[in-house]
């Protein structure tokens, strides 16, 4: 059975930064499109960053030049470094990967900007 597991989630005062790591396991499989999802309150759920096998990035315009999403295939781990993090960063922190397919989802994890 295919699990994420999220960290590195937390409190953090405008313009600091933090890393979220994402691990994924229980696939024997290759890894295709990992992404970064966040629901803030009373709001949907959307696309922050993705990265595929490939290593192509794509990021929303919010986020550019201040997140960095990367992986390692080697750990089947993704990671979203959030620098310069603002409050209206603050939300849940969704991963997601897809493998084969199937489209998995972590459970999510709180990231606050706020002073």
């Known amino acids: 059975q295919v699990q994420l597991v999220e960290s590195g989630g937390g409190l953090v005062q405008p313009g600091g930064s933090l890393r979220l790591s994402c691990v994924v396991s229980g696939t024997l499989f290759s890894i295709g499109t990992m992404g970064w999802y966040r629901q803030a309150p009373g709001k949907q759920r959307d696309l922050v960053a993705t990265i595929t096998s490939g290593e192509i990035t794509n990021y929303i315009d919010s986020v550019k030049g201040r997140f960095t999403i990367s992986r390692d295939d080697r750990k089947n781990t993704v990671y979203l470094q959030m620098n310069s993090l603002k409050p209206e960063d603050t939300a849940v922190y969704y991963c997601?990967?897809?493998?084969?397919?199937?489209?998995?989802w972590g459970q999510g994890i709180q990231v606050t900007v706020s002073s």
């Open positions: 997601n990967v897809k493998i084969l397919l199937g489209n998995y």
